[in-house]
């Protein structure tokens, strides 16, 4: 602890215009008993430091021995003091050394008129600073210290636009307040009721009454003046309100600031058009982004809430699916949040996108699952997501969201010589097996080429491996004597082997991937296999990797679909479930798993 007892030893920087600061300064304190010391004279130089005037040694210096105790107090311009001090050390004083622009302590604390905005605020004021908590230091400077006679900043939050949001403590602020510096509130007759003074400072694109270095300056005018200020903004002074802004202003030039919050109106358009920022299953993360310039960042969030985007709703939307968002994302955009006018409007990330369209402002843009539950029930929205990787995705429609990404092209082989001998001798077969629509699509497409239709099958019997290969043979008005339970090559051949059907000579129409698993077995059983290759299952050109975060299963309906996934995304995801079709199919992706 400090005991002020006998002479402050100071130590200033050896010339005519450090020496006159200090001891300038030290003339507001006549009964103050100091020796000063110039830099370069004093015989133990770190030892004798008490007070440290700033020009003499950089502020680091000072500060440092401030911390260690090597000094008690230093004096500093005000102008020249850096922002914020560090840990430990406080301002006892701020002090007037009556030599301040004639301009600055003008009472018209309003007009800025006269006043270069340039000119600092601080300009011909000291300041005493020394380790924080040091009580006797307040009280021997704290009699000359100018900022007793300031005022205090406070920053409200009016909320979105309905008075009924005002917070009791911003209500209470307000009462007390001396001037008032409003925004655009939406209820302009609600600051009538206060009787302090109203100044409007509100910013709309190309239209600001004033620029924020302004206000900032305006603020600080009214504080040094003695009056209780309030800065009054729409929504809440800490969210895209440059509120962060006026603080570090305000305590940079020793005026003291307190915040009460407001409902921001990314909070409040949940409640004013009840759908939920998050939901469970649907939503568990929200970010809030200003979208005033075209540098709008788009972060991963499942929720997005975009602040003053109007006048760039197709610029957001675009980069929104840029960064990875489905195009069909759902988009509210709501204008006077909480007012009798409030407005909402429901589109997606691709019709924004694609459109021109002009919105009143302000409006708040909301992107995400969730708006789907204004019209949507909860089960619907939560819908899983499929990837199908196959050719065909109409039957996991009915299941969920589905994601279409075939990673099979399938092409039939011309001309094929093999393929119209076995056509021309189709009586020389008991059975043909169809393995997948598409071995009947192309089938009948050469019978037809060759002049046959399906009389030329009237002597044969007819397999079918599934429901879509069922469905295909009946438009060609064909009714498969065996179809499996299960639609795999597996199932067909417990199927025969269950019904002991005899064996015999079949035709199996394939792909030139086709397994072998079915050929081998019926011969294994005693059947003449006669394989057909007349299409080709490729891996398709252009392929690009998807977004896959919404994917909860994926669909794999051949073992080539595995295949090129791999190929394509480098890996099969741990975080996904999967439907196989076929057991071997589900043996290439372990095999492919273990890798």
């Not at 994302?329 to 589109?347: A, C, G, K």
């Not at 029930?377 to 299941?399: D, I, M, N, Q, R």
Request: aromatic fraction near 8%.
């Amino acid at each position: 602890m400090i005991i002020l007892q006998g002479k402050l030893r100071v130590i200033s920087l050896n010339n005519p215009l450090a020496l006159r600061h200090v001891t300038d300064t030290l003339e507001l304190f006549p009964n103050l008993e100091y020796e000063l010391i110039p830099i370069g004279s004093a015989p133990d130089e770190e030892n004798q430091i008490s007070i440290l005037h700033p020009l003499s040694v950089d502020p680091e210096r000072v500060f440092n021995a401030l911390l260690i105790g090597n000094s008690d107090v230093a004096v500093f311009q005000a102008i020249d003091l850096p922002y914020p001090l560090p840990e430990g050390l406080e301002v006892v004083a701020l002090l007037d050394s009556g030599d301040q622009n004639e301009l600055l302590l003008s009472s018209d604390y309003i007009s800025l008129e006269q006043l270069p905005i340039e000119a600092d605020p601080l300009a011909g004021y000291s300041v005493i600073v020394a380790r924080s908590g040091h009580s006797e230091l307040k009280t021997l400077f704290g009699q000359k210290d100018v900022r007793s006679k300031f005022g205090k900043v406070t920053l409200v939050g009016f909320g979105p636009g309905n008075a009924d949001l005002l917070t009791l403590g911003g209500d209470k602020a307000l009462e007390k307040a001396d001037i008032i510096f409003h925004d655009d509130l939406l209820d302009q007759n609600f600051t009538g009721r206060y009787r302090a003074e109203k100044f409007y400072v509100g910013k709309r694109k190309d239209c600001h009454s004033f620029r924020q270095d302004r206000i900032n300056r305006l603020l600080f005018n009214a504080a040094k003046a003695g009056k209780r200020v309030v800065r009054l903004k729409g929504g809440d002074p800490m969210v895209f309100a440059h509120g962060g802004e006026e603080i570090e202003y305000l305590h940079r030039n020793f005026v003291e600031v307190n915040v009460i919050p407001g409902v921001s109106a990314g909070i409040a358009v949940a409640a004013y058009t009840k759908i939920s920022l998050t939901h469970r299953g649907i939503s568990s993360s929200v970010a809030f982004v200003s979208g005033h310039s075209e540098s709008v960042r788009i972060p991963e969030t499942d929720t997005l809430v975009c602040f003053m985007g109007g006048f760039n709703v197709r610029m957001i939307a675009q980069k929104a699916i840029a960064q990875g968002k489905r195009p069909d994302t759902p988009v509210m955009l709501v204008h006077n949040i909480s007012l009798p006018d409030q407005q909402e409007f429901f589109s997606t990330l691709e019709e924004l996108a694609q459109s021109d369209q002009k919105f009143p402002t302000p409006i708040i843009i909301v992107i995400g699952k969730v708006v789907a539950l204004r019209n949507n029930s909860e089960v619907e929205v939560l819908k899983p997501v499929f990837l199908v990787t196959g050719t065909s995705a109409e039957k996991y429609h009915a299941l969920g969201t589905v994601i279409h990404q075939p990673l099979i092209e399938i092409n039939r082989i011309e001309p094929n010589p093999e393929l119209e001998k076995c056509i021309q001798d189709l009586d020389q077969f008991d059975w043909i097996f169809f393995t997948s629509r598409y071995t009947v699509q192309f089938f009948f497409d050469f019978l037809e080429f060759y002049g046959k239709d399906s009389r030329s099958l009237a002597h044969l019997k007819i397999a079918s491996m599934g429901k879509l290969t069922t469905d295909a043979l009946k438009k060609h008005g064909i009714k498969p004597d065996l179809q499996p339970g299960e639609e795999c090559s597996e199932g067909l051949i417990g199927e025969i082997e269950l019904k002991k059907i005899p064996a015999g000579r079949v035709l199996i129409p394939r792909s030139n991937l086709g397994l072998p698993v079915l050929p081998e077995n019926l011969a294994r059983l005693g059947w003449e296999v006669i394989r057909l290759v007349f299409y080709e299952n490729q891996y398709p050109d252009h392929l690009k990797p998807l977004d896959l975060t919404r994917v909860q299963t994926i669909v794999f309906p051949a073992p080539s679909c595995v295949t090129n996934f791999m190929r394509l995304y480098g890996q099969l995801p741990d975080d996904k479930k999967f439907i196989f079709r076929g057991k071997e199919t589900e043996k290439r992706f372990r095999e492919l798993k273990q890798l």
